[in-house]
Structure formats: C-alpha cells, structure tokens
C-alpha cells in the first residue's frame, strides 16, 4: 500500500500493521529461550487485532516450506535487542529525576503497564486516535492496570499533536523523556526535520531523547531486503515495510540533534546485541543494516 500525505490506518493495515508486527515480534522476544525483555501484553493485544499471519507466528504455527531459513527467534532478537534499548532510555530518564515522559507513535507501546515508572510519573501516548481506542480498550479488558500515570494524545503527527499534548497536561517548563522508536522512516524528510525541532522546542534543559536510524533507506530496496521480503511472503507476511516508508536523502540525525543543541551519543545495533550477549548476523540482510544506530540525547543546561 504506496503511501499518501494524508493516509490513515488502523493496526490492521498500513502503517498500523507494522505496528503489530512490532508487537509480534515483542511476544517472541519474552517467549524465546534468551528471555530479552518481559512483555506480557505483547501477545493479547496481537490476538486482539487479528492478523493471522502474526497471530499464527508468535503461537508459534507458522509453517516452514522446505528448505526455508524463515527463523521466529531471529525476529526476536532484532525487536528484543530494540525493545531493551528503549527501556533503559526511560528508566535512565525517571532513575535521574525526571517525572515525564513522552512515547510517540505509540502504536501497541506497553511501556505505561510494564515497567517500573518511579511514583509521580506522567506517561504521554501519541498516536491515532483509532490506534489508541483500540489498545486502551483491549488493556482494560484484560484487566491490565497502568503503572504510571497514563494520559493518552489521540492525534495524528501530521496535524498539531504539540497543543494536543499540551492539553492533556503536559509541562514543557519541565525536563521530559522522549522516545521516536521506530518512526524516522515513516516520515518525509522535511517532516523528520520538523519532528526534532518540535521535540526541541518542547524540551526543557534535562530533557532526553531516543530514537534509532538508518541513513540509506535504499536498503529497502536492495536485493537483501527483497530476499527477506520473499521469505516473510512464503510463510504468509503481507507487510511490506518497504512500500510504507519514505525513501530519499536525510539530514543526518545526529549532526542535527548536535546543531539544536543536543548532546548526543550514538551505538550500533552490532554492539547491543553484544551487550544482550547475542551474536549479530553475518550473513547479507545483517551486513545490509549493520549500520543501523540507537541514538540517545540529552539537552543540556541543567540538572534535574
């Protein structure tokens, strides 16, 4: 599905799917014999969207034909490997005082019912409202309980998601966390651009960010990409990331980031999957994003 400047989806099609396939791959990053992270909702709210093909993967019912290297673990560790990035970018932020954080393009995100937020914490979901109706409706079904206080944004990013987010409470004068996990290929260039001068602009001295970046989207279409492509097809995976994000040359994040005034450190996806204790990948899809980096930032000027 070739994206348009003013497409929606819910978590059934479009960009949504990806979303929970993201979400798949959390179930089996908590299921799988290396135990990366822990998330209990990953799989409910997968069966709840009801997309077969993921709901077949992470019970673990996905046939193989012949001679396939398709591997459910692999697709574990890459999300697992992720998913613990991320965690630790929030722990980090709250364990240094700061009492907000805010998760855009939450998609299926269930950081606000798992982790252990320190008390006084506002979490901040941003996304579609059908994408957040869904989940909140799914979670209070199961039961699930927020450990943090939870204040959800329903609002596309292409529309001013900045005043909605303050509607809801939230305190630019007051040092926040940040994540854009897996957006930056979701969005134009320009709009990239415009997403951290807005995130800036936001942000009080204290304030971290993270988010993750390839530079070269053209790996998407490359043949190792299509190679993989096919293997996800021969088992039934109708995703097909690389018709949903946006190709074309891109401000460098990091040189960015430093321009606006963001301290910024960067690490390569290589070297968290030895910190995990994982071997990353030799074989061509692996080299292909083996500059795949995890960027964490701070905003200088005061301590929290």
């Known amino acids: 599905m070739t994206r348009t400047d003013s497409d929606s989806w819910d978590l059934a099609s479009s960009v949504g799917a990806t979303a929970t396939m993201v979400a798949a791959q959390r179930a ?4 799988g014999p290396d135990k990366l992270i822990n998330d209990p909702f990953a799989a409910p709210l997968v069966r709840a969207v009801g997309i077969d093909f993921f709901t077949r993967l992470i019970d673990g019912d996905v046939a193989l034909p012949e001679g396939d290297d398709f591997d459910p673990v692999r697709m574990g560790h890459g999300m697992g490997i992720r998913t613990r990035f991320f965690d630790q970018h929030f722990l980090a932020g709250t364990q240094s005082g700061i009492r907000q954080a805010v998760i855009l393009a939450a998609g299926l995100d269930s950081r606000a019912y798992r982790l252990d937020w320190p008390a006084g914490t506002v979490v901040y979901e941003v996304d ?8 909140s409706n799914t979670l209070a079904e199961l039961g699930a309980e927020p450990t943090a206080q939870r204040r959800t944004v329903a609002v ?30 979701y969005l134009q260039p320009e709009a990239q651009d415009t997403l951290f001068d807005t995130i800036t602009a936001l942000s009080a001295p204290g304030s971290r960010l993270a988010c993750e970046f390839i530079q070269d989207t053209t790996v998407f279409a490359g043949p190792e990409w299509r ?5 996800l097809q021969s088992v039934g995976c109708e ?25 910024v450190s960067g690490r390569e996806v290589r070297d968290l999957y030895t910190e995990a204790g994982l071997e990353y990948g030799d074989d061509a899809l692996a080299v292909a994003f083996g500059d795949l980096t995890y960027l964490s930032a701070v905003l200088p000027g005061a301590e929290v």
């Not at 990331?241 to 430093?258: A, F, M, Q, S």
């Open 28 to 31: 089996l990053a908590t299921a």
């Open 156 to 185: 596309d990013l292409r529309d001013d998601w900045p005043a909605a987010l303050k509607a809801a409470g939230f305190d630019p004068q007051a040092p926040t966390v940040w994540s854009a996990e897996g957006l930056l290929v």
């Open 128 to 135: 579609l409202p059908a994408v957040i109706d869904f989940k």
């Open 239 to 263: 995703v097909e990331i690389g018709e949903l994000i946006y190709h074309g040359e891109r401000n460098h994040v990091v040189d960015y980031l430093t321009q606006a005034g963001w301290t």
């Open 227 to 231: 190679e993989h492509r096919e293997k």
